[in-house]
């Protein structure tokens, strides 16, 4: 990496700078460094006084600034600490480059003093004074401001975005065109999507401000930052000839501030290639791939610029070289396995005609590596809702690596999201059959241990997914079998975790050792192996209750609960998966209302069946049995994982979209469904969107995340003839029930005023008159859903709703 190094002095003949090739990862101290310097010095000056280190003082200087200086006080300080000061990283400016030191060192006599050309004649005493008083005063402002910036810059870093954008304000009341606060205004609108209105209030009036004077290097970078920022917006909004009219004016600017040398060059170079490419004007195109092709003189280095070859990767598709394009994209997410572009830009390739086959020529399987590639692209494939494309990639990382649980097990999801559950089950099925011998636990005293051959075996003999369920008992004892077909009962009250079981006559864990053995921590944590293999046993039994084979469940439950004691699940990568198993297990406990036979399709189900479509709380309804009018009603789930109104907006490209409409076309038309929806915006959307200045006020949030939500339904509505409900979003979490509240106030007036569905009157019926309200316990389940207890109350204003 390249490293200035400055040497000043009074005699301006012997000023000199050089620019040093340090390597970040050697970690030189600043003393060699600096001999390297003195030796190079010393040659190219040959002076009677050579320059040596214990004369001369030693300053860092970041950003070109000389007023922030600081002298070092020891010369065997290591380079990288300098780089990774807090304190500069707080205050450090949104340009980084992983090709030069983010600060420079400056070299300069002991005692050096700069000499002060044309100083004034002395002033009276009087006028000395009041001159130290307005310094002072001005003096105190500058350092005010300079805290301010620092800590609006800190409040960026952690994207705290509404409390920094109070300071950039506050700092414009007093210097109305403040460089730092235009740009990182602009930047918090821009992060919204508001470009138009970053460009009009913020960068553009920055850069006509300040684009055209000459000014130090650090305030420059700040300068150059709003023209980058000016451009990114016109190219966003597809007003690209305004995008290279600003790309030619940054050109002259920074040839005029000295700055040409610097990465700023290449990143304009490569805006300004982006917005001629895609004018889509021929003569245009041609210079943009020139402006590349001298970014990327050969593209089979070992270091290129990734943003100019990401640029080069989607001309070279759209002419045609699929496989080459697909390479270098490939080559960029390796060093940007995070970018939110480049990831964008992988699934446009790789949803187009035979894509995978050059997928497979850039990643041979068999290679050790080849597994891991492949399930790394199917999980950015699946985030994008390129399904298809992510199931054949998890097939082929599977092919690679059968042995691998965490493949099999994601293989499983992305079925699970496209709704092809007979699928996701076979999946995972074949993943046991194949790697029988492995297995969760270890078999000590007091920990149990599971094989993925057992498991399944007790799913064959039960014939788990297509006929009757007979002699799940791994002892073949039918009695024994129906004395136990829902012996599943709650042993211990934990809220974070439903620990539940069943226990066979023959089984070492007798239930009255449960309690002792929850209150245990384990000896060791489960391996990632382990973890990913229990995840796989779980998930299992998530498809199994969603199809309504609910009648193996017992058996299930009852090899799996030891596997789970004394570990913190919830604290692991496989979260989710317990999540969900808890819940059904803890579910399982509770017989009242629940149908265990498993109900057929038929040409009747809509018209005795209610369809429950929504996110983990439809759980608490799922297979339980209501009365309306006299009429047995069956809740069926129609499960929509993590989905939030938020994601169901045009722009949107998340995979629960995808999974709301798959779900939505396997409920068959002119259904009754309720929908459950928005628990997720309240925990996990609103606050953190206003936080981040996406909305001005929580109620304006809430607001129109419901409209999003209700636009979709009537779509929904007119396209499959539903006759739908909503149910109020569920008040169980302590921290957000306030939020909850003022969500369903609003969603309920929100339902009242549309003619496409009715509103399930019933939510203050939940909650205590406490202030502020509680749930009432009887409704309490596992400290995150619902009790079933609480279904009398949506029967009663189900039955309420269904007869306006």
């Known amino acids: 990496m390249r490293l200035y190094v400055h040497y000043e002095s009074s005699d301006e003949s012997q000023t000199w700078t ?27 000056f040959c002076s009677k006084t050579p320059l040596e280190l214990e004369n001369v003082d030693v300053y860092v200087e970041f950003d070109h600034n000389a007023t922030c200086r600081r002298r070092l006080d020891t010369f065997d300080i290591l380079m990288n600490f300098i780089d990774d000061l807090e304190t500069h990283q707080a205050n450090r400016l949104l340009l980084p480059s992983d090709e030069t030191w983010s600060f420079e060192l400056v070299v300069v006599p002991k005692n050096y003093q700069k000499i002060v050309i044309d100083a004034e004649s002395p002033v009276s005493l009087e006028s000395q004074k009041t001159c130290s008083i307005q310094q002072s005063k001005s003096a105190s402002s500058d350092l005010k401001l300079s805290d301010d910036l620092k800590r609006a810059a800190r409040y960026m870093i952690q994207q705290k975005y509404r409390a920094a954008r109070e300071i950039y304000t506050e700092v414009l009341m007093k210097e109305a065109q403040n460089p730092e606060a235009l740009v990182a205004l602009g930047e918090i609108l821009m992060l919204n ?28 970078r700040v300068v150059f930052t709003s023209a980058l920022r000016l451009v990114e917006c016109y190219i966003a909004m597809k007003k690209f000839d305004e995008a290279v009219m600003i790309s030619n004016e940054m050109e002259t600017f920074l040839r005029d501030n000295g700055l040409k040398k610097l990465e700023f060059g290449k990143q304009l170079k490569v805006l300004k290639a982006q917005a001629l490419y895609h004018s889509k004007i021929f003569e245009n195109q041609e210079q943009a791939i020139f402006l590349l092709e001298h970014l990327l003189p050969d593209l089979t280095a070992s270091t290129l610029n990734l943003d100019a070859l990401l640029v080069y990767a989607q001309i070279a598709h759209d002419r045609g070289k699929k496989s080459e394009a697909l390479s270098m994209v490939l080559r960029v997410l390796v060093k940007k396995p995070n970018d939110r ?18 997928l497979k020529e850039a ?8 597994g891991a590639a492949y399930a790394f692209i199917a999980t950015v494939l699946k985030d994008y809702s390129a399904v298809d494309q992510a199931i054949t990639c998890f097939q082929l990382a599977q092919t690679n690596s059968p042995e691998n649980a965490s493949y099999a097990l994601n293989h499983a999801h992305v079925l699970e999201i496209s709704c092809r559950y007979a699928e996701a089950y076979d999946v995972l099925i074949l993943f046991f059959r194949k790697n029988r011998t492995v297995s969760v636990g270890n078999g000590e005293i007091g920990v149990e241990e ?6 399944v075996d007790i799913l064959d003999r039960a014939n788990a997914w297509d006929g009757t369920h007979n002699a799940v008992d791994t002892s073949n004892s039918l009695d024994r079998d129906k004395a136990l077909h829902w012996s599943v009962d709650c042993v211990s009250e934990d809220a974070e975790n439903a620990k539940v079981t069943t226990v066979s006559l023959d089984s070492k864990f007798k239930a009255e050792n449960f309690k002792i053995a929850f209150s245990k921590k384990p000896s060791s944590m489960l391996l990632a192996a382990d973890l990913d293999l229990l995840a796989c046993f779980f998930t299992v039994v998530k498809i199994l209750f969603l199809t309504g084979r609910l009648a193996i469940l017992p058996s299930l439950v009852r090899v799996l609960e030891p596997m789970r004691l004394g570990f913190e699940l919830h604290r692991t990568t496989i979260r989710n998966e317990q999540a969900y198993y808890a819940c059904i297990a803890q579910l399982l406990t509770i017989n009242k209302l629940l149908n265990i036979s498993r109900p057929q399709l038929s040409l009747q189900t809509s ?5 429950v479509c929504g996110d983990s709380h439809t759980l608490a309804t799922a297979w339980r049995e209501l009365c309306l009018r006299g009429e047995s009603i069956l809740l069926r789930p129609a499960l929509v994982t993590g989905l939030k109104h938020w994601h169901l907006r045009n722009e949107s490209t998340f995979y629960p979209k995808f999974n709301f409409w798959r779900v939505i076309t396997n409920i068959p038309c002119k259904s009754r469904v309720i929908f459950l929806f928005g628990e997720i915006d309240c925990r996990d959307g609103i606050l953190n969107a206003v936080n981040k200045c996406k909305y001005e006020t929580i109620q304006e949030g809430m607001a129109h995340t419901i409209d999003i939500f209700m636009n979709v339904l009537s779509d929904v509505v007119k396209q499959y003839q539903f006759d739908a409900y909503i149910h109020p979003i569920v008040p169980v979490l302590d921290e957000t029930r306030s939020l909850v509240l003022q969500y369903n106030k609003i969603f309920q007036k929100r339902v009242a005023q549309s003619s496409i569905c009715k509103w399930l009157d019933f939510l203050d019926e939940l909650i205590t008159l406490d202030d502020p309200p509680k749930l009432r316990p009887e409704y309490e389940l596992d400290g995150t859903h619902l009790h079933p207890l609480y279904l009398s109350k949506l029967e009663t204003a189900l039955s309420k709703a269904s007869s306006r």
């Open 341 to 358: 572009a480049v990831k964008m830009t992988l699934v446009s390739f790789l949803v187009q005609t035979d894509s995978i086959d050059c």
């Open 18 to 44: 050089k620019r040093l090739n340090v390597d970040k990862t050697k970690h030189y101290t600043v003393r060699s460094v600096l001999c390297s310097f003195v030796r190079a010095y010393n040659l190219k």
């Open 450 to 455: 599971l094989f993925a051959g057992s498991f």
């Open 193 to 220: 999507g508001r470009h138009e209105k970053a460009i009009r209030q913020y960068f553009i009036k920055c850069w006509k401000e300040h684009g055209l004077e000459y000014m130090d290097k650090g305030r420059a």
């Open 363 to 370: 990643v041979p399987l068999g290679s050790p590596s080849a």
């Open 607 to 611: 018209l005795d069946s209610i369809y």
